[in-house]
C-alpha cells in the first residue's frame, strides 16, 4: 500500500499545537509569546467551525495558564517537550484513501543546535494518543522541511535537507529515495538558500508554500533593504523552471530584533478546516499579503494575527503545529 502526505488544505480531524513551556527560550517575551499561541489556537477552533484542538503543555503549570487563555472547547494537555516547534517533531500523517499512518523520525535538535529533553521522542508519545499505525524512520528529519500538493509534488531547500549536520551519509538522490518511501514523494522541487538567520538551516514552510496544487506561493520583496530579495528570486526561478506556478506574495520586508535582521515571514502560515492563520507583524504589507493569499482559499477566512513574541523564539504557527488529515481527504 502506498501512502502519501496530503496536502494541509485536506479536512483535518485536529492539530496540535505547542505551547511555550520554557522561559529561557522568550527571555523578553514569554506571556507575549503564550498569548500569540493561544490566540491562534482559538483562530483555528474557530468557534466550532474548525478543527478540534489539542494545544500540548510541558508541565502542569503551563497547562493551567493556557487554559486560561483559551476558549473551553480548546483541549490541553500535558506532554514533556522542549519546544513548541511540533511541525518538526511531531508525527507526520500519510494517507491512502481511508486508511492512514503517522511517521515517526529521528530528531537531533535542528543539527545538534538546540537540544532539549522531551523532543527527541514527542513524536512517538503524541501517536500513540492514536490508534494508527506508527512507521518508525531512523533518519533525521523535519516537518517544517518541505511542503507538499497532496499529488506527490514536494518543495524543500539544499540548504536544510542537504546539510551535513543532519544526516552527512545521504545525499540528494538517498534523501529523495527516503521521501518516496515514506511520504509518497515522487517529485522534489529543490530550492536552494531559506531565510537569512532563520535557526533551522532554511526551512521550506519559511519560504515557500503551496496554495494549490501544481502553485507555489513565494514572497516578492517590495523594498529594497529586504534582507532575502536574492533568497526570493532565486527560488522564484528554480520553481518556473521546474514547471511549477508561482504566486508571489508580498514579504514583510526587514524586520529587526536589537539591530539583527530575523526571519520573519507572511509564508508560515497554517491552513486549518475553518480558516487559514497568517503570522503579520505590524508591517506595510501584512494586509496585502492577506489579501494575495485569499483567492487560493474560498470558504476559509483568511486570519492575520501578530506573531512578533513567537518568532522571538524562532518560528511562527506552521512551526508550532502538527495537524492530523481526516480519513479519505484527498
Known sequence: ?????????????????????????????????????AAFADAVHADGRGEQVRLVAANEANADIAKSLVGPSIVVQTERHGDIWLRDTGPICVANGAARA??????????????????????????AQSDLTVLRQEWIFEGGAVDTDGTGLFVTTEQCLLNPNRNPALDRCKIETLLAGSLGLSDMLWLGEGLMN??????????????APGVLGIPEATAADDPNAAIYADAR???????????????????????????????????????????????????????????????????????DAILTGGGSFHCSSQQMPSAGTP
Not at 14 to 29: H, K, L, Y
Not at 102 to 127: C, H, S
Open 1 to 37: 500500500m502506498t501512502f502519501r502526505m496530503p496536502a494541509e488544505w485536506a479536512l483535518h480531524d485536529w492539530v496540535w499545537i505547542g505551547f511555550p513551556s520554557n522561559a529561557a527560550e522568550w527571555p523578553d517575551g514569554f506571556a507575549g509569546a503564550q498569548r500569540e499561541i
Open 102 to 127: 503517522l511517521v515517526d523520525f529521528d530528531f537531533n535538535g535542528w543539527g545538534g543546535k538546540y537540544q532539549m529533553p522531551g523532543d527527541e521522542d514527542i513524536g512517538a508519545r503524541l501517536a
Open 198 to 211: 532563520d535557526h533551522t538551516d532554511g526551512h521550506v514552510d519559511n519560504l515557500a508554500r503551496f496554495v
Open 237 to 307: 526561478d528554480r520553481a518556473k523552471a521546474h514547471g511549477v506556478e508561482v504566486a508571489s506574495i508580498p514579504s514583510p520586508g526587514r524586520v529587526e530584533v536589537d539591530g539583527e535582521a530575523i526571519p520573519a515571514s507572511y509564508m508560515n502560515f497554517y491552513v486549518g478546516n475553518a480558516a487559514v492563520i497568517v503570522p503579520i507583524y505590524g508591517r506595510p504589507n501584512d494586509q496585502a499579503a492577506l489579501d494575495a493569499l485569499r483567492p487560493f482559499f474560498p470558504g476559509r477566512d483568511i486570519v492575520g494575527l501578530r506573531s
